[in-house]
């Protein structure tokens, strides 16, 4: 089955640096997606992805997030100036195109395995 | 204000009974309800979704109902198995209004006992 693919699993970094996440989402999909998950608590939505552009963020998406689809493969999540409250798990996922009719279930997510950002 | 609710309580049972899990929400109005199970350390992977005009859903040993007067869903795995263990997240989305995001809850945790 495909899958969408993170790295890396794990990512230390000190405050005030810029760390850059990366994903690989399912190839023929076309809506991506970034959620994070601090230890304990819910998964939230931070962004979607759509035709090249943000199509959604959350309050927590701000000025030192920015998201990128350098290619045609990868999907990219960039801090600008980490923030000990940064530290969580950063999921990407994606999402088919929504037009494969009723009973294609094209509106569920695929998630990747994580990316558990420690700052320091 | 807009809440979402699973039971914090993990959920304990024995091999072979059914697990009945619950997700209650205020002042959402979504298109779709979905179901995602979380291994530890894992990210979330969709089981089922249901949307706003079905009453019922099911696949395999899931089911899957959606009340949207009383803002509830249900969520039953039947034959419950040990590997079946793991929390299971309830998640509204997407939206009338085309969005697609996700709100999740912050799940129950299921425990079966061999």
């Known amino acids: 089955e495909p899958e969408v693919t993170q790295t890396p699993s794990h990512q230390v970094t000190q405050m005030g640096q810029e760390v850059i996440l990366r994903c690989v989402p399912i190839?023929?999909?076309?809506?991506f997606y970034w959620y994070r998950q601090i230890l304990g608590q819910k998964v939230e939505f931070l962004v979607s992805?759509?035709?090249?552009?943000?199509?959604?963020k959350s309050e927590i998406f701000d000025d030192q997030f920015s998201v990128e689809r350098p290619d045609g493969s990868n999907f990219t999540l960039k801090i600008r100036s980490t923030k000990l409250e940064d530290s969580a798990m950063y999921f990407c996922?994606?999402?088919?195109?929504?037009?494969?009719?009723?009973?294609?279930?094209?509106?569920?997510?695929?998630f990747g395995s994580g990316t558990q950002l420690s700052v320091l | 204000s807009q809440k979402i609710e699973q039971n914090s309580e993990a959920l304990n049972i024995q091999e072979g009974k059914t697990a009945t899990l619950t997700c209650n929400y205020t002042?959402?109005?979504?298109?779709?309800l979905q179901w995602y199970r979380q291994d530890p350390g894992r990210g979330p992977v969709f089981l089922l979704l249901?949307?706003?005009?079905?009453k019922e859903k099911r696949k395999e040993r899931l089911k899957v109902t959606f009340d949207t007067t009383l803002k509830q869903s249900l969520f039953h795995i039947t034959a419950s198995q040990p590997a079946d263990s793991a929390t299971y997240l309830c998640?509204?989305?997407?939206?009338?209004?085309?969005?697609?995001?996700?709100?999740f809850g912050s799940g129950t945790r299921l425990l079966v006992r061999p």
């Open positions: 249901i949307r706003e005009n079905e």
């Open positions: 998640a509204l989305g997407p939206w009338m209004d085309s969005s697609y995001k996700l709100i």
């Open positions: 992805f759509y035709n090249n552009e943000i199509s959604e």
């Open positions: 002042n959402y109005s979504p298109a779709y």
């Open positions: 996922a994606s999402s088919d195109d929504g037009r494969g009719g009723p009973e294609m279930e094209n509106e569920k997510l695929f």
């Open positions: 190839s023929n999909h076309l809506y």
